[in-house]
């Protein structure tokens, strides 16, 4: 079993390049509702070979979505170093709750909710 997740947010386009930044990460499965649009109805965010977050545009569906703390993703990095990138991006106008520190059950931990309204908990174990 594997597990993708979706985040509808606001600004699709500049999300996607915003998180591939973040994550060193590349796309796949980007779809525009049409040629004229200047957003994704659908985009997938991949870490490796993992696609990690679909993402698309509130704007395409006709429902009421609220940003909260209700959901979180969470990244389990095995390099530090990749972690302090990916915080580096995210940080840029996030609420951040837990700047980079040590975790009760890791090495290092980062709880923060970025510019697009996703929340993020990011952590690093040896």
């Given at each position: 079993?594997?597990?993708?997740?979706?985040?509808?947010?606001?600004?699709?386009?500049?999300?996607?390049?915003?998180?591939?930044?973040?994550?060193?990460?590349?796309?796949?499965?980007?779809?525009?509702?049409?040629?004229?649009?200047?957003?994704?109805?659908?985009?997938?965010?991949?870490?490796?070979?993992?696609?990690?977050?679909?993402?698309?545009?509130?704007?395409?569906?006709?429902?009421?979505?609220?940003?909260?703390?209700?959901?979180?993703?969470?990244l389990l990095f095995d390099?530090?170093?990749?972690?302090?990138?990916?915080?580096?991006?995210?940080?840029?106008?996030?609420?951040?709750?837990?700047?980079?520190?040590?975790?009760?059950?890791?090495?290092?931990?980062?709880?923060?909710?970025?510019?697009?309204?996703?929340?993020?908990?990011?952590?690093?174990?040896?």
């Amino acid at each position: 079993m594997r597990a993708k997740f979706m985040a509808y947010i606001n600004g699709t386009m500049e999300a996607l390049d915003f998180y591939c930044k973040a994550f060193n990460a590349r796309t796949q499965n980007c779809f525009k509702n049409s040629d004229s649009d200047d957003f994704y109805a659908h985009a997938e965010i991949v870490i490796g070979e993992q696609a990690i977050l679909g993402i698309s545009e509130r704007s395409c569906y006709n429902l009421d979505f609220t940003s909260g703390t209700a959901m979180q993703f969470w990244l389990l990095f095995d390099d530090e170093k990749r972690l302090t990138a990916a915080y580096d991006v995210l940080k840029d106008s996030a609420e951040v709750r837990c700047p980079p520190s040590p975790g009760g059950w890791c090495e290092l931990m980062v709880d923060l909710t970025d510019k697009y309204g996703v929340r993020w908990l990011l952590s690093y174990e040896k």
